[in-house]
């Protein structure tokens, strides 16, 4: 199956000529059917640059559900069973597309609201600043083991848990493709940041990104810088021929390795404290203690700790002497270091120091 590459045509026919389970991610920018009912004017009479594509245009709700349900069929039957699908909206449309998802069996596992910085205000003041849009990320079931990159985004996210409010601007500036006269190519190109979000979060170097309603190309512009492959399908062919360029100005980065998400602990070797023990990074008959040297126990050679008369693993033994129900044993825990300074280290960074020699070795 080719990649990288933009097909022109009506998105859910050519979907349709797709083999199944061909892609690993779907991000789906719709029509949303703003239903604006003329010009939208500012309070001195001037047009705003609205959406009113024909694109956006349906006679009714039947009609415009009939259609997300048929592109949303051909999308379900294209994804991979690990696949997950990204679909942004507006209070216009995502509740009904909302709907269409979870009638298709897919499995929603965020809403992710896009929250503008910079958004259009309400100029006749009838009613909020939209300043939001919704993103649903949903797996194709409630059993896929679907990709979700949480160190790297964590780490994005300078060592935060990444929350489902992204605050980012609308697209501005350079980045904003416009025609010789300057006016913009498409109502509603969607900013690289957001892409980049979505890219990193929830797929790997070289999967296949399909974005069926391409537009200008923001999917595969971050697809491309991001290593991973792209097919977007567009019928309007001035779109097309500004997002080909767009893409051919994007130089290819040849070393895969800056694109390898950070290896979360689920896919780390697991390491029981016997091994710390077995490998000589401790011997039975140390001393251990918590940080503030309130309990001291003594290792075992098993693997377990005992003070007086009780034993126990490190985590349970942790918790049973502070009277709580759990206690991570590896941090609470700590074994002198330098008995003339006091400095303690915890049994954690020993355990860190055998993950090191196992992938070395």
């Not at 160190?151 to 994005?156: A, D, G, L, V, W």
């Amino acid at each position: 199956m080719q990649t990288n590459c933009i097909l022109q045509g009506d998105s859910i026919e050519i979907m349709k000529s797709m083999p199944d389970e061909c892609v690993d991610v779907i991000f789906a920018d719709p029509p949303y059917f703003m239903q604006l009912g003329g010009d939208l004017l500012r309070p001195d009479a001037t047009k705003v640059d609205a959406v009113d594509d024909s694109w956006d245009k349906f006679d009714n709700f039947e009609a415009y559900d009939c259609f997300t349900h048929n592109w949303m069929q051909e999308a379900r039957r294209i994804l991979k069973p690990n696949g997950t699908m990204w679909v942004i909206g507006s209070y216009h449309n995502i509740f009904r597309v909302g709907t269409q998802i979870q009638n298709l069996g897919f499995w929603i596992l965020n809403d992710i609201v896009w929250v503008k910085t910079n958004p259009m205000p309400n100029f006749h003041g009838t009613r909020f600043t939209n300043a939001h849009e919704t993103l649903i990320w949903c797996a194709k079931s409630d059993k896929s083991k679907y990709t979700f990159n949480y160190e790297s985004m964590k780490r994005f996210n300078d060592d935060l848990q990444m929350r489902s409010d992204w605050h980012l601007p609308i697209c501005l500036g350079a980045e904003r493709l416009k025609t010789p006269d300057g006016k913009k190519v498409h109502t509603t190109q969607k900013p690289e940041s957001l892409l980049y979000r979505v890219i990193l979060a929830s797929t790997n170097p070289n999967d296949v990104i399909l974005d069926p309603f391409f537009g200008t190309g923001t999917t595969g512009a971050v697809a491309k810088k991001l290593g991973r492959k792209y097919i977007g399908i567009e019928r309007d062919a001035t779109y097309i021929s500004y997002a080909q360029k767009r893409l051919d100005a994007i130089t290819e980065i040849t070393d895969d390795t800056i694109f390898e998400p950070a290896n979360s602990k689920k896919t780390e070797p697991r390491i029981p404290f016997g091994a710390v023990i077995e490998h000589g990074l401790l011997k039975p008959g140390q001393k251990v203690f918590d940080s503030k040297r309130r309990f001291c126990a003594t290792v075992r050679a098993d693997g377990s700790l005992q003070t007086g008369s009780q034993q126990g693993s490190i985590h349970q033994l942790g918790a049973k002497l502070q009277g709580l129900p759990s206690c991570n044993g590896w941090t609470f825990w700590h074994l002198p270091k330098d008995s003339k300074t006091g400095e303690m280290i915890t049994l954690d960074s020993l355990r860190q120091e055998l993950k090191d020699m196992i992938h070395l070795s």
